[in-house]
């Protein structure tokens, strides 16, 4: 069978990548270059998501945690286990307990994945780990664990592995409709952030609308010596706090917006990651420290007011030869490949 899959972010790629190693005759088309758009401007972390658990998606957090040691397993150049701490401060709006409960939660939902098992930290063992964190306050932390991968790199390792499996990439092509397609028996339509554009191509109204949120990070000239889940203060948000290539990543923020397209980091998203980011860590940091700031347009399915909670979950929907994927996650990745390439198969 003769498929084309369009979009080789990390969900087409990986789509591609099981079909082909399935038999089947894969294209897979991409405009610009693969892995520049979305999947390049990741918080790099391959997780099950902690945060998820308190918008109950817990079977989508169950698959990730698993997913993450898949991904340890066949890449360990490109990825590995991070130690995270979750400080806790007197007066924050989650309460300790309600925390703790999560943590538990996530190692549960973790076990067998050969991941360690979260530990509380005095504030003492705490400033052992992360020095600069602030002091006042400071109840302890949780220490859990994720991993962390280059998503750059670890994109292009799929599409090698891709090509090794005889696939073929057709790249600095744009595919404006599926009619230049009729050659393929089958097409997946893997745009990510610009999947309605094909979609509208049918005519008939898509069950699904995808809400854009973009997210930007900020690179500070500094190392960090241990990666914080930092819950944003008078907010329901977290931010990260990432060793990354030597300095630290600080990521990310949600906003909304009316199309696919990417601005790039806002000087208020800017201000807004150093204010959180100096809340908790001292020395503080300025605008003259950031070496780089990216941003990438979250593809997610629009399932909440709040762009925060809208489920990290996916769907398909096929239309004829047509299989329209949307929403999804970088570490379930080869999860959801794996599902669509059974159903473009039926
Ligand atoms: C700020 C931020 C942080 C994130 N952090 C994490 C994280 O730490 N861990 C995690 O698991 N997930 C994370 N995610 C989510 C994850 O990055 C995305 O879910 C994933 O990268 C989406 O991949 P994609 O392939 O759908 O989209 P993309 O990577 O955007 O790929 C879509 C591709 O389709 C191409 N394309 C579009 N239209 C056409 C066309 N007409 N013809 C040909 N090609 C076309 C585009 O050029 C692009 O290359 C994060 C997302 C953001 C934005």
């Given amino acids: 069978m003769r498929i084309a899959v369009v979009g080789a972010g990390i969900i087409g790629a990986s789509t591609a990548w099981s079909l082909a190693r399935r038999g089947a005759k894969v294209t897979l088309i991409e405009r610009k270059q693969p892995m520049e758009e979305t999947s390049r401007a990741s918080s790099k972390l391959l997780h099950g998501g902690l945060r998820y658990l308190e918008t109950f998606q817990i079977r989508l957090v169950h698959k990730a945690l698993q997913a993450r040691s898949q991904w340890l397993r066949q890449a360990p150049h490109l990825c590995s286990p991070l130690e995270l701490l979750l400080p806790l401060y007197q007066g924050q709006m989650r309460p300790t307990w309600l925390v703790g409960a999560g943590i538990k939660l996530y190692d549960l939902l973790a076990s067998g994945s050969g991941f360690p098992k979260a530990s509380w930290l005095t504030p003492k063992q705490v400033l052992m780990r992360q020095p600069a964190l602030t002091q006042r306050n400071l109840l302890g932390a949780y220490s859990f664990y994720d991993a962390q991968m280059d998503d750059y790199a670890l994109g292009k390792w799929v599409i090698e592995r891709f090509q090794g499996d005889g696939g073929q990439l057709v790249t600095g092509h744009t595919i404006t409709d599926f009619d230049e397609l009729e050659q393929f028996d089958r097409i997946v339509n893997a745009a990510g952030p610009w999947a309605m554009d094909l979609r509208s191509t049918h005519g008939t109204r898509p069950p699904y609308s995808l809400d854009w949120v973009r997210g930007s990070h900020i690179v500070l000239a500094r190392p960090c010596p241990t990666a914080l889940f930092l819950q944003v ?114």
Wanted: hydrophobic letters at 30%; charged letters at 20%; proline letters at 7%.
């Fill in 233 to 346: 203060p008078h907010e329901k948000r977290i931010i990260f706090v990432l060793p990354y290539k030597g300095e630290t990543l600080v990521g990310t923020t949600e906003i909304r917006q009316d199309n696919p397209s990417n601005p790039g980091a806002s000087p208020e998203e800017i201000s807004y990651l150093l204010k959180i980011f100096n809340h908790y860590i001292e020395p503080s940091a300025s605008i003259t420290e950031i070496t780089k700031t990216y941003s990438g347009i979250r593809p997610l399915i629009r399932s909440a007011n709040n762009p925060s909670n809208n489920t990290r979950e996916w769907a398909f929907e096929r239309i004829g030869n047509v299989l329209h994927i949307y929403g999804g996650k970088w570490t379930t990745a080869q999860i959801q490949g794996e599902e669509a390439a059974m159903r473009i198969l039926k």
